[in-house]
C-alpha cells in the first residue's frame, strides 16, 4: 500500500493540500510552543526510575466489564431470586387461606364484600395483567382501583408496576400482603401473571449475548439503506444501543413502518426489528423453522431517537 | 549461525525521536497541553514496560502511536467518567505587527487546520492523523485501528470530505 508521500504531486486536494497537513500541524504546534521540553523528559526518566505506573488505566473492554452487561447480570439474579420468592410463595398460600377461612372473625363479611375482585369478569382480569405490562395501558385507573380494594387488607398505595425489576418488585410485596384476603383461585391467577411477567421480560441482550456474532445490519429508513458489515465498533455500538430495553414476548403486529432493521448473525439467527408506534422483533431460526416476536415494553420514542442518532453518526 | 537481533531502544533516544509525535498527537484528542504532557508521560512509562514485548511487526513509531491513541481513548473515558470535560486552550495570538500580517494570517490557516481536524469525530481523527499527519501507510493505519483496511478507506474519505466540506472558503 503505498503511503501518502508517493501519492504527494498527484492527487491535490481540491481548496487545500491535505498532503501537506503535517506541515500545517507542526507549524501551529511549533507556534503554540506544543514542543517535548527537557523539562518534560527528565521528569518522564525519572518516572521511568521511580517504576512508576501509568496514572490512565487500561479500558480492557471485556464485554462481561461493560456496563450493559453488568446491568443485564443483575436483573438476571433479581429475576432468578424473585421467581424462587413467588414459586416458594404459591405453595404456601393455600395453607393460609385454608387457615384463615377457619378463624371466623368479625370483618370476614367485610372483607368479602370488599372483595368483589371475585366476581369481576375474566376480561377485566385480563386487563389487569395488561396494566402490569404497560404502565401507560389507559386502564390503570381501574386496575388501580382494584388493587386498592386490596388494601384494605394490606396492600399499599404503590401500583407503579411497569417491566422492570423494580415495578415486579414492588408487585410481588404487594402480593404478599394480600394474600390472606383471597381466594386460592384468584391468588393463583395473580401469581400466575406474576410468574407470566418475569419470565417475559427479556432484554435484547438476552436474544443475542454476543455482539460479535454479528456480521452484518442493515438499517432501512425511509427507503435508504445503511450496512454495517466490516465495523465491529459500529456492530458493538448498535448492539449496546438496542441492549438496555426490555422486551416481552408477543404475537405479529403488522402495520406501516418507518423502520426496518436487519441484524443477520453468524450463528445462523436472524432479527428483524421493525418500527412503527411499536417496536417489534421478529427472532427467526432458519434450520430450526422457528420465529418469535417480541415486543418493547417502552421508550419506543427513545430508541428512535438513539437510531436517528446513531444513523447520524454512520454519514 | 545467523540470528536475528533485534534493535536495543534507549527510552530517552525514543523521547527524543518521537516525542513531539506522542506529544501532539495527544494534544489532538485532550486538546490540553498539560494533559497531552501527562499522557506522554503515560505513554512512555508504559513503552518503557512493555519494550521487551515489541515484535518488530510494525514500526517502533507505529507501536508507540498507537499506545498513546488508545491511552487518550482510555482517559477520555475516564475524564468522562468523572464529568470532567476538557477544555479548548485559550489561544493568544503573539503576532501583532505590522511586518507580520502575512505570517499571523498563515499562523490563523494553521490554527484552523488543526482546530477543524481536532473537531472531527474520532473515528476519522483517528484515520487522518494516522495517514497525513503520523505518514502511516492504510494498511498500517487499519492495523493499529484494529479495522479492515476497507472500512480505513472509506472512514478516510468520508473524513477528508468532511475536512474540505468545513475549510471550503475558510482558507
Not at chain 1, 424473585?82 to 416458594?88: E, R, S, W
Not at chain 1, 411477567?197 to 427507503?223: A, G
Not at chain 1, 421493525?274 to 420465529?291: G, K, M
Not at chain 2, 517502533?60 to 479548548?88: E, G, H, L
Amino acid at each position: 500500500m503505498d503511503s501518502y508521500k508517493d501519492n504527494r504531486n498527484k492527487k491535490p486536494f481540491d481548496d487545500f493540500e491535505i498532503e501537506n497537513l503535517k506541515d500545517h500541524l507542526n507549524t501551529s504546534f511549533d507556534y503554540d510552543n506544543i514542543i517535548v521540553s527537557e523539562e518534560l523528559i527528565q521528569k518522564t526518566k525519572k518516572a521511568i526510575e521511580a517504576g512508576e505506573a501509568p496514572k490512565i488505566k487500561e479500558d480492557k473492554n471485556q464485554p462481561g466489564k461493560h456496563p450493559v452487561f453488568r446491568i443485564a447480570q443483575v436483573a438476571a439474579a433479581v429475576i432468578v431470586i424473585l421467581a424462587g420468592i413467588t414459586v416458594a410463595q404459591n405453595g404456601f398460600i393455600k395453607k393460609d387461606i385454608v387457615s384463615e377461612q377457619s378463624a371466623e372473625t368479625a370483618d370476614q363479611s367485610e372483607i368479602e364484600e370488599k372483595f368483589s375482585l371475585k366476581s369481576v369478569p375474566s376480561e377485566e382480569n385480563e386487563n389487569t395483567k395488561q396494566y402490569s405490562l404497560d404502565s401507560t395501558s389507559p386502564s390503570v385507573g381501574e386496575d388501580e382501583s382494584s388493587y386498592d380494594i386490596a388494601v384494605g387488607a394490606g396492600i399499599t398505595g404503590n401500583t407503579d408496576n411497569s417491566a422492570n425489576g423494580a415495578g415486579v418488585d414492588n408487585g410481588t410485596a404487594s402480593m404478599e400482603d394480600a394474600r390472606i384476603d383471597i381466594t386460592s383461585e384468584e391468588t393463583s391467577s395473580m401469581f400466575a401473571a406474576e410468574n407470566e411477567i418475569i419470565q417475559e421480560s427479556i432484554l435484547f441482550t438476552d436474544l443475542l449475548p454476543v455482539y460479535d456474532t454479528i456480521t452484518k445490519i442493515t438499517i432501512n429508513r425511509n427507503n435508504i439503506n445503511y450496512e454495517i458489515e466490516d465495523s465491529l465498533s459500529d456492530k458493538k455500538d448498535f448492539y449496546d444501543l438496542l441492549g438496555g430495553f426490555s422486551l416481552t414476548n408477543g404475537e405479529n403486529i403488522s402495520g406501516s413502518i418507518n423502520y426496518v432493521i436487519k441484524i443477520e448473525t453468524s450463528v445462523k439467527q436472524l432479527y428483524t426489528i421493525t418500527i412503527n408506534d411499536s417496536v417489534q422483533i421478529i427472532s427467526e431460526e432458519p434450520q430450526n423453522n422457528q420465529t418469535k416476536y417480541y415486543h418493547l415494553t417502552n421508550g419506543s420514542d427513545v430508541l428512535m431517537s438513539r437510531l436517528d442518532e446513531f444513523i447520524a453518526a454512520l454519514d | 549461525m545467523y540470528e536475528e537481533k533485534q534493535p536495543v531502544y534507549d527510552i530517552e533516544a525514543l523521547m527524543r525521536e518521537y516525542g513531539n509525535d506522542v506529544l501532539r498527537t495527544a494534544y489532538m484528542y485532550v486538546k490540553d497541553k498539560h494533559m497531552a504532557e501527562d499522557i506522554f508521560q503515560d505513554v512512555f512509562i508504559k513503552v518503557n514496560n512493555k519494550l521487551h514485548t515489541f515484535q518488530g511487526d510494525s514500526s517502533i513509531k507505529t507501536w508507540m502511536i498507537r499506545i498513546t491513541i488508545n491511552t487518550c481513548k482510555d482517559y477520555m473515558k475516564s475524564a468522562w467518567n468523572q464529568k470532567v470535560i476538557p477544555m479548548m486552550e485559550y489561544q493568544e495570538n503573539t503576532l501583532s505587527g505590522e511586518d507580520d500580517f502575512t505570517a499571523v494570517e498563515k499562523q490563523e490557516e494553521n490554527q484552523l487546520i488543526r482546530q477543524t481536524v481536532m473537531k472531527l469525530p474520532d473515528k476519522y481523527k483517528d484515520i487522518i492523523l494516522c495517514v497525513y499527519f503520523q505518514e502511516m501507510t492504510i494498511s498500517e493505519a487499519a492495523k493499529l485501528l484494529q479495522i479492515a483496511e476497507g472500512t480505513a478507506k472509506s472512514r478516510l474519505s468520508r473524513a477528508k470530505e468532511r475536512l474540505k466540506l468545513s475549510l471550503e472558503g475558510r482558507i
